[in-house]
């Protein structure tokens, strides 16, 4: 089955820097990878998404790239922000609806 | 606006016991997922449905059943808790297109003592 490695785990920046979570997967049949965002003692939810047909999306302060030779995706948030503080999931699906989680990255803002 | 209502935030259970937790969606998805997240682990996906009375295991499902008998109600069973079941238990549900988004439960705190 389909393998999601994330990294970072844990990452602090300040505010106003950029971030940037980076995520591998196994299977080149995969076509659509998700980001969840998870902020504390709430529930996951979407923020950005990419299907395997686009290199890259942005929406305002967020965008994901998607490298398909390299299986590789990132998440990139710029002028970062407290409100931004969270865990972050990256997700992999290889077509049905089934999803494939990575291990996630808490991310921190240093105000 | 989609809401997923699960039946209880916090749950305690003694080891051996049956529990049922219960996932409650309003927007008429075919699809629903149960998971468990873990620190360090990601969202681990146990069962999910595409339909009523389908169900396909996930990852882990070892330990755990489902029923769905309405299109809007999905249910996780532990037959027999364990301490190594304690976990935070999150629900989703999505409609039935390709790459949907999924949305998810508050969560259930289960503790297994």
């Known amino acids: 089955g389909e393998n999601v490695e994330q990294h970072p785990s844990t990452l602090s920046v300040q505010e106003g820097d950029s971030a940037v979570i980076k995520c591998t997967y196994s299977?080149?049949?995969?076509?659509?990878f998700p980001w969840y965002k998870q902020e504390l003692g709430k529930r996951p939810q979407l923020i950005i998404d990419?299907?395997?047909?686009?290199g890259e999306k942005k929406d305002q302060r967020i965008a994901v790239t998607l490298n398909k030779t390299a299986k590789h995706f990132s998440l990139h948030i710029t002028e970062t922000q407290p409100e931004d503080s969270a865990v972050y999931f990256c997700?992999?699906?290889?077509?049905?609806?089934?999803?494939?989680f990575g291990t996630g990255t808490r991310l921190t803002i240093i105000p | 606006d989609v809401k997923v209502t699960q039946s209880s935030r916090y749950l305690v259970k003694r080891t051996g016991e049956k529990v049922f937790l219960e996932c409650v969606q309003d927007?008429?998805?075919?699809?629903m997922f149960w998971y468990r997240q873990d620190p360090g682990l990601g969202l681990r996906l146990i069962y999910f449905?595409?339909?009523?009375?389908?169900?396909e295991k996930g990852d882990i499902p070892e330990g755990y059943s489902v029923s769905r008998e309405k299109k809007e109600r999905f249910s996780l069973i532990l037959e027999s808790a364990s301490t190594n079941q304690t976990s935070m238990y999150l629900c989703?549900?999505?409609?039935?297109?390709?790459?949907?988004?999924?949305?998810f439960g508050p969560g259930t705190r289960l503790t297994v003592t």
């Open positions: 989703a549900s999505s409609t039935r297109t390709k790459g949907s988004e999924q949305y």
């Open positions: 299977d080149s049949a995969s076509n659509y």
């Open positions: 990419i299907r395997s047909n686009v």
């Open positions: 997700a992999a699906s290889m077509g049905n609806e089934k999803l494939t």
């Open positions: 927007m008429d998805h075919e699809n």
């Open positions: 449905s595409y339909d009523v009375k389908m169900k």
